[in-house]
């Protein structure tokens, strides 16, 4: 099992002070440049740490939102390819149907690949339904456009020999000709983080890495889809490296501690359930379908609410913390406990090759550190004992 | 109730009611349901034909359709397929914009031009929205800005029918395919107005909400022949919420002797 630190990069401080939404709307005089220059350093730091403590590392981007600073993957995958020595580099993701320019994110992510000797870990998102708004693409056959970019973007990595042009109803370009290329050849390994196991199916065809984000015990569906789908397509069975599950996790020595870590780190998911419920589902985001069954509840979508336990329960509104952990969404204890918990979910699962660790939230900056020290010197050495059959149910 | 008929390649969903001059009716965004008590009164007086736009209710959206010239040159292919001529071209709101979107190519079927609360031109500065985003709300944000009596319009989706319910979804979809972004607008489309060489009225609600007065007045003196109506108590939908004065000022308009169209763009 590999090991990925990932936070957001929020602007904590007023997350309670800020009423209503903390994505697209709230305007950015709340956020003090000297206190955002800080916890932007400390993000970067506790990469550092990460580093050091043998983990890998994930980072992501949101765009007009007090729960994510980082605005580009690539930005600040720039600065850790620098001062970073041995962490494989995951960008999860390039929002790619909400960026104008392929060509732009090929040239970053070569960049970033080149700068890192060859320790860049390419994901490809979709991007958010409320980022829509902001990047002003349409969200209608906005799949069809995420599978042309990337298309365009394995064209742009793969050609050589002098400009190529690419002429779509989508993307016009005359002159693609990526200087440098990337330092993995042909390309960094890609990954694509799906909730759905039609896209499982698609992602396990192009034996691309798969993730899912915080679904917890009812992931098994999307991996089982994926391994299924990637044993048909390439006559082996699926590696469990091919397989990433992002969950919470907030690590102290004693378990009152490590609980009080886990409601901060958790709190990231009621910020994000506070984003403009008119933008997080622009029409034509989601299928006909889809939007036919959730009109009669206002378009309304959730990420982190509504889900089902284990034990068939539903979940309270808004979740409790032991509701978290029961899901699997949030690993959260002494370091034996997190061991188990995160040890119990991908035997679950069928054998989880990459556990992406989520801190952050409202954690203070001691107590990051603490949870994420005692998660790379205590929990990993648990974990790397784990055995991940390859043919694992 | 709307037949299926084959257009252009295309099926196509089309209420076609009553008999006298032909007059083509586009529906707005949300759709044709909307319209069917205007095209009820109006039927009294005209052949109404009232399709569903490519990707709206029943009618087919090919994968090449993503703009609103797709829908122009679509409409234009109707009147040579159903061989109609002096039409009366009567569009609401995103409809009204498609009809000037057909103007400007060709007035060649055409005898009059009905414009309702039309979006689709360009008036103010770069950073003033001239148009409402309509992309950017809740099923329940949207009665608000289209209706003046917003009580009478209210929708408890959880009454709507699961077949209503995916037609409402499908319409919300092809409206944001061709209109997300400019939003509900062509850049060139104020340029080519010249080219409307028809008497044209322009109805505006009073209250609208979408698209105010002054921009229904700055559209009306754009257009070439373009006299401009303003309806009371009335929001951004003159063809739901006033039908009756909606389709009064139609037959008035369109029921006069036809003009002569030389000199219009003199």
Redesign the interface.
Known sequence: MKFYYFSEQGYYPVWDEIQGPLRTDPGSKLAEPAVAHRLLNRCIDEWTLADQLGMNIMVNEHHASYTCMSVSCMLTLSILARVTKNARLLALGVPLFNRPDPYRVAEEAAYVDTMSGGRLELGLVKGAGYEL?IS??????NMDRFWEAHDLLLKAFTSHDGPVSWES?NYQYRNINVIPRCFQQPHPPIWMPTFSGNNAREIARRGYTMATFTTGYGSKGVFDAYRETFAQTHGRAAPPERIAYLGMVAVAKDEKTARERGARVASYAHATERTP???LN???YMS??D???L??N???ISFFYNKTLPDGRKMSNPPTIDEFVQAGMLFCGTPDQVAEQIMRFSTAMGGVGNMIVQMGGMLEDEENRDSLYLFGSEVVPRLKELHLSAAAE | MADKIQIAGLSVEMVRKGSGPALLFLHSGDGVEAAQPAIDLLSKSFDVIAPSHPGFGGTDLPANFSTIDDLAYFYLDLLDELDLTDVVLCGASFGGWLAMEMAIKSTARLSRLVLADAVGVKFGSRDTRDIADLFALTPAEIPPLLFHDVARFAVDYTKVPEPQLARIARNREAFTLFSWSPTLYDPKLRQRLHRVDLPTLVLWGANDRVVNLDYGRALAGTLPSASLEVIPSCGHLPHVEQVATFADHVVRFAGAATPSRKGIRA
């Open positions: 708004p002003n693409q349409n969200p209608v056959r109803e419920p008119a933008k622009p029409p034509g006909v379908a939007n036919a069954r009109l009669p206002q378009g309304a």
